[in-house]
């Protein structure tokens, strides 16, 4: 990644990172599996209430499943980041984020973490909408840089 993005640049904070075009995917496919599958049950004569039923609960399953993946942002303010990955939360002041990386190849950012760790930080994905990725975990990186002790390494 290029390098940080001067103080006048930067977005106004707080600010939200979230995959959205995966998002949209993910909740529309969502939707409409749980109409056609509750559609298809309902419609079949020779299914029982029960095996209605366990349809629809598979269909709310699936629907689920796809909300839970949608899930996934990154929102920051003048106190730090929120992460929220797909059932972990964790609030980071800006001086623990030490580097906010996005390699190629990377499914998504990792930040390196004060403590010694790297967390993965699923707001922001390369997947379907590569450049927007790019231009996220830059200003991701400009604002950790800006706001904490972290350092641009490359």
Known sequence: ????????????LPITFRPTRTRVVLLTVGAAMFVVITVIALTLEQ??????SSFIFTALLFFGVL????????????????V????????????????VNLRVG???VFLDLSDGTSM????????????Q?????????ALAEN????????
């Open 133 to 141: 990725a790019i231009r996220d975990a830059r200003t991701l990186r």
């Open 147 to 154: 706001h904490g002790t972290g350092t641009d390494n490359g």
């Open 84 to 99: 929220v990955n797909l059932t972990r939360t964790r609030r980071l002041s800006w001086p623990e984020i030490l580097r």
């Open 67 to 82: 909300a839970l993946l949608s899930r996934p942002k990154i929102v920051a303010n003048e106190g730090g980041v929120t």
């Open 47 to 52: 299914l029982s209430a029960g095996e209605r």
């Open 120 to 131: 993965p930080a699923l707001g922001i994905q390369p997947g379907i909408d590569k450049q």
């Open 106 to 108: 990377d499914p998504w």
């Open 1 to 12: 990644m290029s390098a940080p993005a001067p103080r006048s640049e930067l977005p106004t």
